[in-house]
């Protein structure tokens, strides 16, 4: 089985969520030099809207009667499915959009829950994912700790805490970088040594939670 790796910050240069999910998956490498990682970039190449919205409709009707454009947005769905279901161990890197997840993130988990495997009704007791290792890379452009303003104003970590932990059973680990707007944005300057540690802890983090997620097969016991 592979490993999987999920980016979907709009930016390649300077993204901190993709520094940490290369982290993850150097740290992946470093501890199975043989292991295979799938690649899945949902920043450069999103689920369409309208591909979900045909997967979901097709969801209610006989399969006799579901128009060819149907049957390929199931066949995405069942395609997505697969790739998470067999993925041994996932990283998922999600920048703060909007005080919530990317719109590419959310296309894709509602595309995945058309399929029965992935859909809270139909799948199987203690979820898809579980004990899976699951990765969750964050980064934030300002912070939102207890005290701070905006506290509990990021509503994309628990939403994916919700999904990948409650729903679909996995082992999630939340991996963030705070403060990432402080070094580009001049008027936050002074946060840049907080921007700093934030990033080295979360960097450091990633990597010896990759280093810890070795495949369920050759997990002892
Ligand atoms: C369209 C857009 C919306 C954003 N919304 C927020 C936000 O609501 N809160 C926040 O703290 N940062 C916000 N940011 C800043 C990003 O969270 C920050 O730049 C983060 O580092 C992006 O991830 P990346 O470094 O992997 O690209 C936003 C950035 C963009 C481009």
């Known amino acids: 089985m592979a490993h999987l790796r999920l980016d979907s910050s709009l ?3 300077g993204s901190v969520s993709r520094e940490l ?3 993850v998956e150097r740290a992946w490498r470093a501890a199975d030099p043989g292991v295979e990682v799938v690649h899945r970039d949902l920043g450069a190449d ?3 809207h ?3 919205q045909l997967a979901a409709v097709a969801g209610f009707l006989p399969a006799a009667q579901r128009t060819p454009a149907m049957r390929a947005a199931v066949a995405a769905a069942t395609r997505c499915a697969d790739e998470l279901a067999g993925a041994d161990a996932v990283v998922l890197g999600a920048p703060l959009y909007n005080f919530g997840v990317p719109t590419a993130v959310k296309s894709w988990i509602d595309l995945l829950s058309t399929d029965p495997r992935f859909d809270p009704r139909t799948m199987v007791e203690g979820g898809p994912l579980r004990g899976r290792p699951v990765v969750l890379a964050v980064a934030r452009g300002g912070g939102y700790g207890p005290g701070t303003p905006r506290a509990g104003w990021d509503h994309a970590t628990p939403y994916l805490r919700r999904i990948f932990a409650d729903l679909f059973g996995a082992e999630v680990t ?3 970088a705070e ?3 402080a070094g580009t944005d001049p008027a936050l300057a002074a ?3 907080l921007a700093e540690r934030s990033r080295a802890d ?3 983090l990633a990597g010896a939670v990759g280093a810890r997620a070795l495949p369920r097969t050759r997990t002892p016991g």
């Open 11 to 13: 930016r390649h240069d």
């Open 46 to 48: 999103p689920v369409p």
């Open 174 to 176: 939340v991996v963030a």
């Open 191 to 193: 946060l840049r040594p």
């Open 179 to 181: 403060y990432t707007a």
């Open 202 to 204: 979360a960097l450091a």
């Open 21 to 23: 999910t290369a982290a």
């Open 50 to 52: 309208a591909t979900w």
